[in-house]
């Protein structure tokens, strides 16, 4: 198989990765899009980002069915092999087909994550030949750092209410449902006094982490959260426990491994050793099916001459104790999915302040509300400082899609049983159905794999289908 450039969709993705287009760096593409929209007489827009909307009149016999909106990110993600020489900032990318038909990039991501939409899109554009409703096509940026293109969307440039993401593989699959999310930034300044008392660290290891998305439901220790289980377990038990400092986790999305906090007190280290063993143990024969692995340690460090006063240190355990973290709800429709859960992934001290970094996802909004609430109102009773940032809404689950019966039937003349995926990590569609209330999404793609790495390949024969299958639904868009 060859990648064959009269394909109009081939020869748009040849020419999108002649484009670098690494997220925050989309304005090439971006004007190369307003370049198309301009030559084949669309109207556009380009907003202050580089998001770019191309509105493609409806067919004839079209005009009174309802519009659709298709849409892509324009960036990817740049990875390449160690000794891959690219330069991503302004190298094309360097094409091949496999024996086996499959499209690659030599070295680096090939961007078929999400350039198949974008190509997708670009050839419906060019083509005056086919049958559908007037259509909408965003072509959004920095989807990969955060869908921040499609936060800076604006409702009033969309009039469509059935809208397609082209950001899914899958070929006989749709997505049926994403969550929300908002990033917890929670601080509180701390008052350290001198400290004369042993140093001690105890540190949790042995956890398996993961993605805070896609492994919610597995319910993975927290190494955080379980640190201060084990603190609160001190604290009972001595009255003296002065925390000097704290580091633990990495990123709002990722479940904790490890944990490490340093704390002052007068106890032996066999006595506190001793008063963590029975919770330690009783923890680990918790985990034993998520997370076998794990451990907790004290020993005796460094010593630190300064500790966190008293008062601090206990508010700092109790809220770090009751603090709820972990998979709140899964779906009643759809088994195994988790539709609302938090992760306490970052927590450290910095200049004399404590930071935590928590990252909520929910379907829907009032999930998303409850728990926001609830941080609220346990920060205050603590004294800590509770900012949301970035919240961005879910696309729950709806029994009836228009737009999913359509493709369901497409995709039955063909012989496929369409497969329908629900995610509880975020998607672009999600920010839509936020900007439009009442809007049927579907999700479609062709087949690819290894996104986000240099091994990332587009099915050829995949892209030729879906792209047909794609054609159809939008034919019966009526
Ligand atoms: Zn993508």
């Not at 063993?277 to 923890?283: G, H, Q, R, T, V």
């Not at 509300?369 to 609830?374: E, F, L």
């Not at 009773?381 to 961005?392: A, L, S, T, V, W």
Request: glycine share 8%.
């Amino acid at each position: 198989m060859e990648f064959d450039l009269s394909k109009k969709y081939c020869y748009y993705f040849k020419q999108i990765s002649d484009i670098p287009r690494g997220s925050r760096n989309e304005k090439a593409i971006s004007d190369y899009v307003v370049e198309f929209a301009k030559a084949h007489g669309y109207e556009y827009k380009q907003d202050d980002v580089y998001n770019v909307i191309v509105n493609k009149p409806a067919s004839p016999g079209y005009e009174d069915a309802k519009p659709v909106i298709l849409q892509a990110h324009m960036d990817m993600v740049c990875e390449k092999n160690k000794d891959t020489v690219h330069d991503f900032e302004k190298d094309p990318l360097n094409l091949y087909v496999d024996e086996k038909g499959w499209l690659h990039a030599r070295g680096t991501t090939l961007g078929a994550d999400d350039g198949q939409g974008v190509a997708y899109m670009l050839a419906i554009l060019d083509d005056k030949d086919l049958k559908h409703p007037a259509l909408q096509c965003a072509f959004t940026v920095m989807e990969e750092i955060g869908l921040l293109g499609a936060k800076n969307l604006k409702k009033e440039d969309f009039y469509a209410k059935r809208y397609i993401n082209l950001d899914a593989g899958g070929e006989d699959q749709t997505c049926v449902t994403s969550s929300g999310a908002a990033r917890a930034y929670i601080t509180k300044n701390l008052h350290f006094e001198d400290n004369n008392d042993p140093s001690y660290l105890l540190k949790i290891r042995g956890l398996k982490g993961g993605h805070s998305a896609g492994c919610a439901h597995l319910e993975r220790g927290n190494a955080i959260s379980l640190a201060f289980r084990l603190m609160e377990e001190l604290k009972e038990q001595y009255d003296d426990i002065r925390i000097c400092d704290i580091d633990g986790g990495l990123k709002f999305n990722a479940i904790p491994r490890e944990c490490d906090i340093t704390f002052a007190s007068k106890v032996s280290l066999n006595d506190l050793q001793a008063a963590i063993k029975p919770l330690a143990d009783a923890i680990a024969s918790e985990l034993q099916y998520s997370d076998d692995g794990f451990y907790a340690v004290i020993e005796e460090t460094d010593h630190f001459d300064q500790a966190i006063c008293l008062a601090d240190s206990n508010d700092i355990i109790d809220y770090l104790y009751v603090l709820p973290d972990g998979l709140r709800h899964r779906s009643m429709a759809i088994e195994g999915l988790s539709i609302a859960s938090s992760n306490l992934g970052i927590i450290h001290i910095e200049n004399g302040q404590l930071f935590i970094g928590d990252l909520m996802r929910s379907a829907l909004k009032s999930h998303g509300d409850q728990m926001i609430r609830q941080f609220d109102l346990l920060s205050k009773q603590f004294g800590f400082d509770f900012k949301i940032n970035d919240r961005y809404l879910g696309w729950n689950y709806e029994k009836d899609s228009e737009l999913r019966e359509i493709l369901r039937g497409v995709l039955k003349e063909r012989g496929i049983e369409m497969k329908e995926e629900s995610t509880h990590g975020g998607l672009e569609c999600g920010i839509f159905k936020g900007m439009i209330e009442d809007l049927d999404i579907i999700t479609y793609g062709p087949i690819s794999e290894g996104e986000h790495t240099p091994e990332e390949k587009l099915d050829l024969a995949s892209f030729d289908r879906a792209y047909e299958n794609l054609l159809k639904v939008l034919e019966r868009c009526k």
